[in-house]
């Protein structure tokens, strides 16, 4: 169960698109549409800002679009706001044995 | 409003044991499949374990198989963890997370604010 592998840093001035991105395998990303991403500000509980590789929560801004192609799934944050700079997670259902792999984490500084 | 509560985080020593528990609500608890994610201090977020709206399925990371077990009451709308044979390595914050679905894992919609688990001699 090795974790997906997110960039530990990203950044991007205001107005600014930035993507990040989480490698996985054909055993996790690769193999399910269930790729998610969370938003987590310091000392707050995590947020989430897409799932099913594309899909919005309602009240999640359109600036947050995922994608995937292969065993990579991407974030891509447009028109950068100060209140965007937080850890962002990916996460990948791995099948019947684990429900919830998760990436390091990847700390998007806006300029 | 949905809320989930945490609570049973403490300090305990290594090898012991501890229960965690949480309350939900605000949702039809018994319409979704629930879990446990923990964040060790300064680090990621790891997936501990699931289960199903039901029961009929369960999740474990492997690095708490065969020590936690995870279990719900649909009655009294709550989750819980028990935790054996605890490790230095299991000191992290353990948040309640709601799934959006009743099977699990489509996606962490709601978390609680968590409970400190710390394992020290």
């Known amino acids: 169960q090795s974790a997906l592998t997110q960039p530990p840093s990203a950044s991007g001035s205001p107005g600014q698109s930035v993507t990040i991105s989480c490698t996985g395998t054909?055993?996790?990303?690769?193999?399910?549409?269930?790729v998610s991403w969370y938003q987590q500000h310091p000392g707050k509980a995590p947020k989430l800002m897409i799932y099913?590789?594309?899909k919005r929560p309602s009240g999640v801004p359109d600036r947050f679009s995922g994608s995937k192609s292969g065993n990579t799934a991407s974030l891509t944050v447009s028109g950068l706001q100060a209140e965007d700079e937080a850890d962002y997670y990916c996460?990948?259902?791995?099948?019947?044995?684990?429900?919830?792999?998760f990436g390091g984490g990847t700390k998007l500084t806006v300029l | 409003e949905i809320q989930l509560v945490e609570s049973g985080g403490t300090l305990v020593q290594p090898g012991r044991s501890l229960r965690l528990s949480c309350a939900a609500s605000?949702?039809?608890?018994?319409?979704?499949?629930v879990h446990w994610v923990r964040q060790a201090p300064g680090k990621g977020l790891e997936w501990v374990s699931g289960?199903?709206?039901?029961?009929?399925?369960?999740g474990y990371a492997d690095s708490v198989k065969g020590r936690f077990t995870i279990s719900r009451d649909n009655e009294k709308n709550s989750l819980h963890l028990h935790m054996d044979s605890l490790r230095l390595e299991d000191t992290a914050l353990y948040y309640c997370?709601?799934?959006?679905?009743?099977?699990?894992?489509?996606?962490?919609?709601?978390w609680g604010q968590g409970t400190l688990v710390t394992v020290s001699s």
């Open positions: 054909g055993s996790d990303v690769g193999a399910y549409n269930y």
């Open positions: 996460n990948s259902y791995a099948g019947s044995n684990n429900w919830g792999l």
């Open positions: 289960i199903s709206w039901n029961s009929g399925a369960m």
């Open positions: 099913e590789v594309t």
């Open positions: 997370v709601k799934d959006r679905t009743s099977s699990g894992s489509r996606g962490f919609e709601s």
């Open positions: 605000g949702f039809t608890f018994d319409d979704y499949a």
